[in-house]
C-alpha cells in the first residue's frame, strides 16, 4: 500500500501532482481526494461493472483539471464509451455499494479460512491484523476489499505445477485475469499479470511462482470456502 497522504504532501512540496489507481480498493473503501491526491483512476471493467460485461473507466479529478486536460484529450482521440455501455455502467453505481459490502464480508470469511489451513503458507489481505501496513490500511481504507493473495505451502514439488494445479483442482471458483466481479475469479499473477517483469522485479513485489491472487465475487461463502478446501485436499494428496 501507499501512504496517500504523506506521498501527496511530499509531492505538493515540489509542485508534482498524485494520480491513484483505486480499482484494488474501490470507490466505496477508499476515497484518495480526501487525502490530498490529485486524480484518481478506475478501470470500471472491475468492480464498477462488476459482472464482467463492459470495458470502461474513470478519472476523477477537479474540475479545472478535467476541462483543461482530459476533455480535449478525449475529444481528440476518441476513447468515448458508446451510451448503451455507458448505461449499464451507470445501472451498476446503484450496487456498487452493497456489492462491494458482501464481496468483503465473503473475502473476511475465506482470509479466517485459509488461516487456519496447514496448507496455505502466506497471506497478503490489508484488513489481516498480520499484514506488514495494516495500520495504513486502517487509517486510508474502510475496509480491507474484495482481493485477497495467499501463498500456498511450498512442497519439494514443482511451485508452479503446484499453483496450477490448485488453481485447476477448483470447480466453483473460475481461473481469469479480472477481479472486482460477482463471480469468484482466481489467478497466477506470475504467468499472466506480472509475466512481463524480471525476476528482481517480481522478488521485490513478492510475486512468486506459489502465489495466487484471489477475487471474491458473491456466492454463497459456505461454496466458495468448501471449493477452495477441496482443491487444497486434492492438490495436497
Ligand atoms: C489495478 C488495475 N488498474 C488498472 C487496470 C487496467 O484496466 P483496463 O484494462 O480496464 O484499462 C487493471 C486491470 O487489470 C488493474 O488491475
Avoid at 56 to 67: D, H, P, R, V, Y
Avoid at 119 to 127: E, L, R, S
Avoid at 208 to 224: A, C, P, Y
Wanted: hydrophobic share 35%; glycine share 4%.
Amino acid at each position: 500500500l501507499v501512504d496517500i497522504k504523506e506521498v501527496s504532501n511530499l509531492a505538493h512540496k515540489c509542485g508534482a501532482l498524485v494520480v491513484v489507481d483505486n480499482v484494488f480498493a474501490t470507490p466505496i473503501l477508499q476515497k484518495p481526494l480526501k487525502f490530498g491526491a490529485d486524480i484518481v483512476m478506475y478501470s470500471a471493467t472491475k468492480h464498477i461493472d462488476g459482472q464482467g460485461r463492459v470495458l470502461g473507466g474513470a478519472i476523477l479529478s477537479s474540475k479545472n483539471f478535467c476541462e483543461k486536460f482530459i476533455r480535449p484529450f478525449i475529444r481528440n482521440t476518441g476513447p468515448s464509451l458508446s451510451p448503451f455501455n455507458a448505461w449499464i455502467l451507470l445501472k451498476s453505481l446503484d450496487t456498487i455499494e452493497l456489492r462491494v459490502e458482501k464481496q468483503c464480508e465473503n473475502t473476511h470469511k475465506i482470509l479466517d479460512f485459509l488461516k487456519s489451513s496447514k496448507n496455505i503458507q502466506k497471506i497478503y489481505y490489508p484488513f489481516d491484523p498480520n499484514f506488514k501496513q495494516y495500520n495504513l490500511a486502517k487509517k486510508q481504507m474502510i475496509d480491507g476489499g474484495t482481493i485477497i493473495s495467499f501463498e500456498l505451502k511450498n512442497t519439494k514439488k514443482d511451485k508452479k505445477k503446484l499453483a496450477f494445479n490448485f488453481l485447476n483442482n477448483l470447480e466453483l471458483i473460475d481461473i481469469s485475469n479480472n477481479l472486482g466481479d460477482t463471480k469468484s475469479l482466481i489467478t497466477h499473477p506470475d504467468t499472466t499479470t506480472h509475466h512481463r517483469l524480471s525476476e528482481k522485479e517480481k522478488i521485490s513485489l513478492r510475486i512468486t511462482k506459489n502465489l495466487v491472487r484471489l477475487s471474491v465475487g458473491l456466492e454463497d461463502v459456505n461454496d466458495l470456502i468448501d471449493d477452495i478446501k477441496s482443491s487444497l485436499i486434492k492438490t495436497y494428496k
